[in-house]
């Protein structure tokens, strides 16, 4: 048994262990936007690589869902990290 966080994306929703994450963040439509063209977050003084879920699953084509407030999660691996925002349904 092993705790996870739920991410969803094109209707679809996907379990990641909750040891692989580091922080939660609330991200404004304007910095998350800054963060997808520049391809990076800055996280504790880290460029931290940015990336929708749909992307990495190969679903390009999943339109993001335009929100006030977006969930960022930063995932941690070894000494790798990256920051992975879910479309949302």
């Known amino acids: 048994v092993t705790q996870v966080v739920l ?5 679809r929703i996907y379990a990641v262990p909750a040891v692989l994450v580091e922080q939660v ?3 404004k439509s304007g910095p998350l936007a800054q963060a997808y063209n520049d391809g990076v977050i800055m996280w504790q003084s880290h460029r931290v690589p940015m990336h929708y879920l749909s992307t990495l699953l190969g679903d390009a084509d999943a339109a ?3 929100q006030q407030y977006s969930p960022l999660l930063i995932l941690k691996s070894g000494a790798d990290r990256i920051a992975i925002r879910s479309n949302g349904p």
């Open 25 to 27: 963040q609330q991200l």
């Open 7 to 11: 991410l969803s994306t094109g209707g």
């Open 64 to 66: 993001p869902v335009t």
